[in-house]
Structure formats: structure tokens, C-alpha cells
């Protein structure tokens, strides 16, 4: 069974940056296309991006530019680089497969006017 541990979340400025990590285990990593989604309070659990096992991202229209997604495949590692964050990015973040399986507790990020 897959076991997703999610890491990197952390109370930033308005402007700072954040990398996300996601360490993966229980299964083979380098042949998975993985994702990151976030859920903001209040709200539903969105998709924030994905990454196919090569290295090619994918990453929601309103994201691009601020936000990068990258794996490191011999570590079982998924990352996130969060650039220029801006309040409306908190929320907790959670990395998956695709197709989704069970999900990680998360990591929090706060994001201060």
C-alpha cells in the first residue's frame, strides 16, 4: 500500500516562497504520474498539479508561473515550489497518485497579509 508523507508547509509572508516535499513509499514510485492538491477552509480539495513519471508537469492554469512541480525518482520524492505566495494559497497540502489512493495527513501552509 502506498504511504504518502508530506512535508515543507510553514507561516511565509505575502511575496515568500515554500518547497513542498512528498516522500513516497510502499510502492514503486518511477512509474506513477503523482499530484499535488491543496484544500483551503472552507472549501473543497482542488487540484493544484501533476507530473508524469518522465518529468513532465502539468500545473492548473492559475498556478503557473508561481508554482513548479518536480520528482526526484531514485529518492521517492515529489516536490512543490511555491514562488511569490499570496494569501489565498493557504491551505493544506496534500500530494497523491493518479489514480488517487489514500491520502497523507497533509502539510499546512500559511501564507500572512
Known amino acids: 500500500q502506498v504511504q504518502l508523507v508530506e512535508s515543507g508547509g510553514d507561516l511565509v509572508q505575502a511575496g515568500g516562497s515554500l518547497r513542498l516535499a512528498c516522500i513516497v513509499s510502499?510502492?514503486?514510485?518511477?512509474?506513477?504520474?503523482m499530484a499535488w492538491y491543496r484544500q483551503a477552509p472552507g472549501e473543497q480539495r482542488r487540484f493544484v498539479g501533476n507530473?508524469?513519471?518522465?518529468?513532465?508537469?502539468n500545473l492548473a492554469d492559475d498556478l503557473k508561473g508561481r508554482f513548479a512541480i518536480s520528482r526526484d525518482n531514485a529518492k521517492a520524492t515529489l516536490y512543490l515550489q511555491m514562488n511569490n505566495l499570496k494569501p489565498s494559497d493557504t491551505a493544506v497540502y496534500f500530494c497523491?497518485?493518479?489514480?488517487?489512493?489514500?491520502w497523507g495527513q497533509g502539510t499546512q501552509v500559511t501564507v500572512s497579509s
Open positions: 497523491n497518485t493518479v489514480p488517487i489512493g489514500q
Open positions: 510502499g510502492s514503486t514510485f518511477s512509474d506513477k504520474v
Open positions: 507530473i508524469t513519471p518522465g518529468g513532465r508537469p
